[in-house]
């Protein structure tokens, strides 16, 4: 029961505050250290040496430590995001959509394809991609027995206002279809596009952003 | 209505799920979140890698029969998707027609249940 760590058998006097060999309360040292640096006890005691020299390298641990925080920030919001996602796919994967070619077995989580396609859909300035819905047409048979082939896509999109909705929407759709095809190679046979809300353009402007 | 099979032995199994991990481009294999919490809680020994054939289901109807092969992994971001379901499936494919070459062919399919 010598460890420095180890509370004290007699904290009638001090409290909870250790003391020093030398007879000083260790809170006083330290405090004694930062108001009073000329003490020539300080500066003499060994024992107050070692407190203080605890102190300082405790002050350094945590100084480097913020620091590494603030560094980090961005890298730890991205990897909760990543963690959220993975937990999200697996409490709403969606239902399986088609890969490549009608013969193939290959197949994408409803939500992954979604959240492809609403990125490159974002990628059109001032766009802000609401509800994706995808649907594998080979699931539905029309009346006369045939089958469509590929996936259709419901999309709705808040837009910049003041920019011509036939352009835009078409923007919207080539950014789609590229990324459906780029990123995942899933075959789109139709596209609709909803825009649910017209957002005013950032007075530093932004007109014409759906270039 | 209940058709009865079966399940391949975990070995096979996990000699499936070895080579779809391998495949470039797949960053695992689809194992569940309570899985990855099982695997996190129970902290396997050195030597073990918890679930190893999470993400692969290998059933077939009787001994004669190709297995049917369902793998599910998640990719990585930088990959097509469909490149990567197809290189899984031309991988076990092969694996299996090698180790096995007098069974029928097996059938096999991939999903894409990530990226990351």
């Known amino acids: ?211 | 209505m209940t058709a009865h099979t079966t399940t391949a032995p975990t070995a096979l199994i996990k000699e499936v799920a070895d080579t779809a991990e391998g495949v470039p481009g797949v960053a695992f294999l689809r194992p569940g979140v309570t899985d990855r919490l099982r695997s996190a809680l129970s902290r396997p020994g050195p030597g073990t890698t918890g679930t190893p054939t999470a993400g692969v289901r290998m059933v077939r109807s009787d001994g004669d029969s190709p297995w049917c092969v369902e793998i599910h992994l998640v990719a990585l971001r930088r990959t097509r998707a469909l490149d990567v379901a197809r290189a899984v499936r031309d991988a076990v494919e092969h694996h299996l027609l090698a180790v096995h070459p007098a069974q029928a062919a097996p059938r096999v399919t991939v999903t894409v249940t990530g990226r990351v």
């Open chain 1, 1 to 211: 029961m010598t460890d420095r760590t180890d509370p004290p058998n007699d904290t009638s006097a001090h409290g909870d505050d250790e003391l020093l060999p030398c007879g000083r309360p260790l809170s006083q040292v330290w405090d004694d250290w930062e108001r009073h640096p000329d003490d020539t006890h300080l500066h003499a005691c060994p024992h107050c040496r070692d407190a203080v020299r605890g102190l300082d390298q405790l002050e350094t641990a945590v100084r480097d430590l913020r620091n590494e925080e603030a560094d980090s920030a961005l890298d730890t919001t991205t990897l909760t995001r990543r963690v959220m996602d993975l937990v999200r796919l697996e409490l709403r994967p969606g239902r399986p959509l088609p890969l490549g070619g009608p013969a193939e077995d290959l197949w994408v989580m409803e939500a992954v394809a979604a959240r492809v396609l609403r990125a490159a859909v974002e990628s059109v300035t001032g766009v802000r991609a609401g509800s994706c819905r995808l649907r594998d047409l080979r699931a539905d048979e029309t009346a006369d027995g045939a089958m469509d082939q590929g996936v259709a896509v419901c999309l709705d999109i808040h837009a910049p206002a003041g920019v011509s909705i036939p352009y835009l929407a078409e923007q919207v759709r080539e950014r789609l279809l590229e990324a459906a095809d780029r990123e995942l190679g899933m075959a789109i046979a139709a596209v609709d596009i909803r825009v649910t809300d017209l957002v005013p353009t950032p007075a530093d402007g932004q007109e014409g952003g759906a270039r």
